[in-house]
């Protein structure tokens, strides 16, 4: 999975260098956690989760203080969740996930992105059937055998432990999130580098130049949509 992890890191420091639209998507998500149920992460679960993910993009705590109160508050707007799949350059597959008081209008913006950079819209379940959803931390200051060891004392499942460079990472099922967060946490893990939910490609597809070129120009218009929170695929982008 070790080429995986990298195309996570691609992406997060995609993220990352637009701290803006980073923080426009956070504060979005996290009003709709906070709104749909109580406020408060510590009985909010959905809340807990963004706000954790929240922690490693280095969202500041006025954005997500603003979010929270403006929930409190109330209000009318209603937001859906949405999962869009198609098709980019030379077969490879993406997945979009958005979040919209407007379905109309973000089915169409996806759908031109998808046209207008070499892709095209695919039905439902045309893509997602070769990903998995994954819970995937990223952490530095211990060893994949200590990570291991945590775990298991915690009676807790993971899928694969890898260390490359100075980072563990740990893959797991998706209702493992909060109990693999929780025994790191227990055993002095202040800090993660990742601590997400993702859906990884179950294999991965090496593009041309050109066609890479292409790809990277999908994801980019994808990602600048207002409504998309994330943009999942089987691309290798490469070291």
Excluded: C
């Amino acid at each position: 999975m070790g080429r995986k992890w990298n195309n996570i890191k691609e992406k997060k420091a995609s993220k990352d260098a637009n701290t803006s639209r980073v923080y426009s998507k956070f504060a979005l998500e996290i009003y709709v956690a906070a709104k749909q149920g109580e406020p408060d992460p510590e009985s909010n679960q959905a809340l807990k989760f963004v706000l954790e993910r929240a922690k490693t993009y280095n969202v500041p705590r006025v954005i997500i203080d603003r979010a929270i109160d403006k929930a409190k508050g109330g209000g009318e707007e209603s937001y859906d969740n949405l999962r869009y799949e198609g098709f980019g350059p030379s077969g490879s597959m993406v997945i979009v996930d958005a979040l919209t008081n407007n379905v109309n209008r973000t089915a169409s913006n996806v759908r031109a992105a998808f046209g207008k950079n070499g892709g095209n819209m695919g039905v439902s379940g045309s893509v997602s059937y070769m990903f998995d959803a994954t819970a995937v931390f990223g952490l530095e200051g211990k060893s994949a055998d200590e990570v291991l060891e945590i775990l298991m004392e915690a009676d807790v499942d993971a899928r694969d432990i890898l260390e490359e460079e100075d980072t563990v990472i740990v893959y797991a099922e998706p209702d493992q999130f909060h109990a693999v967060q929780e025994a790191l946490k227990a055993a002095g893990v202040d800090e993660f580098t990742v601590a997400e939910q993702t859906m990884l490609a179950q294999n991965e597809l090496s593009l041309s130049e050109e066609d890479l070129a292409q790809f990277e120009k999908l994801v980019d218009a994808l990602e600048d949509l207002e409504d998309v929170q994330r943009v999942y695929h089987n691309v290798d982008l490469g070291e």
